[in-house]
């Protein structure tokens, strides 16, 4: 059955993969890309990296309105959010309006987690979308004094962007280590010293009890009493998929966070649906498992798939890769890639108690699963073809010791 | 095909070179290092690598 209309609910990264991968792969029919925001797919990493100096950055825009429009052949529908799916009828609800599709990507993201009780305060900040990143940019560039709520990747960046401008910053963590579900407790540490070394005051193990102010916040409560003077909160607690609207589309959403489950080849199991990037939960024969990931390079890889996918169910392929993320924080360069597996985690670089470089591998079973690296962008991408390839523990240790060798 | 790389949008995150490790490798200052012209038979590995670069640093170009 040949297809004529593509719809792509969601205009970031993995939308806009979506639909170029479409041209690309010679499809000529009708393609409507829905975004919620106003502005058009904007790249989001240097939101909370580059975006944040303090020269004046331009926004990361990916392409300009008319390659969308006339090189792409895209109808634009931003601004306005879908908030329903019918999968009987083929059809997407935004606004008013009812979209006819019969090849469908879905790849509305996640939304960031709000701290109760504060939203209604200003200064108060998630860091999710180019407004978010505009008002913080803001208020950094004024001198707010800066507590930050969660020492995840997001949260530390913008400690690290605080101190480059010299801010006094305070970073509150609820769990005793920050990271852990990310790379482990021994890894976690040792991105949190990174704090400690660059003059962020980083607490573990307090929450924040209630955030205070007149109309704009003034000050933080801590869960141990504590009382934190602060112009700029932003909260980096994490994200959850943004698939409410789904909620009565007869999709299967995975009891826990509500991400939309897919089998391997990213279909949502009705008929032209297909899912990509943060909201997407498949199977990734990889690693043999169900996984959802929040990271750039997957977000990109699976927009693009989904929608060949879509458009070609009888050819579809699935979706495998070795996850990878990084993150840039006070001049140093954190990447990981594969999965944190607990079985063993061994440094064979570096000591996590020292700070600078760093290369830890983490084993499951017998096969290395995951890598960690601190400015280690020389080796990180060796270990992903690594793991790639199932390389044994044993085989993974010895490639180890033969860098070591050479480095030194 | 010939590869050519921006300097001024790499920061060597390296995803290249974990999609095509025959062409791109980061060396031991952090850099990309790459082989001008595309081997036979990694064309689409290396156009992976080129539309996976977050900093869109790569293009392929007639040679």
Redesign the interface.
Same mark, same amino acid.
């Given at each position: 059955m040949s297809r004529e209309n593509l719809v792509v609910v969601g205009a970031s990264l993995a939308g806009l993969?979506a639909v170029e991968a479409a041209r690309k792969a010679g499809f000529r029919g009708a393609i409507t890309l829905v975004g919620a925001e106003e502005h058009l797919p904007y790249?989001r990493?240097p939101l909370s990296k580059s975006f944040l100096d303090d020269r004046d950055p331009e926004p990361p825009v990916f392409r300009t309105e008319s390659v969308l429009r006339d090189d792409l052949g895209v109808e634009l529908s931003l601004g306005t959010p879908a908030t329903g799916l019918d999968v009987a009828g083929k059809q997407v609800r935004v606004g008013e309006r009812c979209l006819d599709y019969d090849a469908l990507v879905i790849a509305t993201g996640a939304t960031a987690r709000t701290l109760p009780g504060s939203q209604h305060l200003a200064g108060v900040h998630t860091v999710r979308t180019l407004d978010d990143a505009v008002a913080v940019r803001k208020a950094l560039d004024a001198g707010a004094r800066t507590l930050v709520v969660g020492a995840g990747f997001i949260g530390s960046e913008i400690a690290s962007g605080a101190r480059a401008r010299g801010l006094d910053v305070t970073v509150v963590e609820a769990q005793a280590t920050p990271l852990v579900r990310a790379v482990g407790e021994v890894m976690g540490s040792a991105c949190s010293r990174l704090h400690h070394d660059n003059g962020t005051d980083l607490r573990c193990g307090v929450g924040v009890q209630r955030v205070e102010g007149d109309g704009r916040v003034e000050r933080v409560v801590l869960s141990d009493g504590s009382v934190i003077d602060a112009e700029l909160v932003v909260v980096g607690i994490g994200a959850t998929p943004a698939t409410d609207w789904l909620r009565d589309s007869g999709l299967t959403l995975d009891s826990l966070d509500n991400g939309v489950v897919c089998d391997e080849t990213l279909c949502t199991g009705a008929e032209g649906v297909y899912a990509a990037g943060d909201v997407a939960r498949w199977h990734n024969p990889v690693f043999e498992r169900a996984m959802r990931l929040e990271h750039?390079?997957s977000a990109?890889?699976q927009g693009?798939l989904a929608a060949r996918n879509a458009l070609d169910p009888a050819a579809a392929t699935p979706y495998r890769t !070795?996850p990878?993320f990084?993150s840039d924080v006070y001049g140093s360069?954190i990447?990981f !890639?594969g999965v944190p597996a607990s079985d063993e985690v061994r440094v064979v670089e570096g000591d996590p108690d020292r700070g600078g470089r760093i290369v830890a591998l983490y084993r499951e079973g017998d096969r290395l699963a995951g890598a960690l690296t601190i400015?280690g962008?020389?080796v990180?991408?060796?270990y992903?073809?690594l793991i790639?390839k199932a390389t044994s523990w044993p085989d993974a240790l010895a490639f180890a010791e033969q860098r070591r060798a050479v480095?030194t | 095909m010939r590869i050519t790389v921006d300097r001024n949008k790499c920061t060597g995150l390296g995803i290249c070179e974990s999609l095509a490790p025959d062409v791109f490798e980061i060396n031991d200052d952090g850099e990309l290092v790459l082989t001008a012209e595309v081997p036979d038979g990694q064309l689409d590995d290396v156009e992976a690598a080129v539309s996976g670069c977050p900093t869109e640093a790569l293009r392929l170009e007639q040679s």
């Open positions: 993969r790249d990493p750039w390079t990109a890889e693009a !070795v990878y990084w360069r990447q !890639v400015n962008q020389n990180i991408m060796k992903r073809g790639t480095a | -």
